[in-house]
């Protein structure tokens, strides 16, 4: 039975993915008390040690306010943009993060445009219409990498590439 379950989460979560309309102007914020003295190497690790250092000191809500604890999207992944800067810099790796946004597909199928349909709140259409992500482009390899620190601290998933 936890290899049908398995499976099942594991062909709809391949069938989900990210695509960006636009970037988001980063917000600079300090992040010293964030970071430990760890030392990464690559890309993913940083990443990594982002989207859960983010998780670990936000809980979701309706407003960003980061040095409360407390942020939506946007937040989220503004801090993790930061704190991957912040550890980039101090690793000497040559790249950027950048928080950006984009809408969840489920196959071609756009899950904000879906879910909107069946609800009759404003505030909630206008606060899931679109979603903010990481991405981390590697211009010496042209490789883009993203990851959504809100999404994993509410389902532990990780629906980055």
Not at 129 to 147: P, Q
């Amino acid at each position: 039975m936890t290899f049908i379950c398995f499976a099942i989460g594991y062909a709809i979560k391949s069938q989900i993915r990210l695509v960006k309309s636009h970037d988001r102007t980063i917000q600079p914020c300090v992040v010293d008390n964030y970071i430990d003295s760890t030392r990464l190497y690559t890309i993913e690790d940083v990443a990594e040690y982002a989207k859960e250092t983010t998780s670990a000191n936000l809980t979701f809500g309706w407003h960003n306010e980061i040095y409360n604890g407390k942020a939506n999207c946007v937040g989220y992944a503004q801090l993790a943009a930061v704190i991957c800067n912040e550890l980039f810099k101090r690793n000497n790796i040559k790249v950027k993060a950048k928080p950006v946004v984009g809408c969840y597909y489920y196959s071609n199928t756009n899950i904000h445009n879906m879910i909107t349909k069946f609800i009759d709140n404003q505030r909630i259409i206008n606060f899931i219409k679109d979603h903010d992500y990481v991405e981390i482009v590697d211009s010496a390899s042209n490789v883009v990498y993203s990851f959504d620190p809100s999404i994993y601290d509410l389902t532990w998933l990780d629906f980055g590439e």
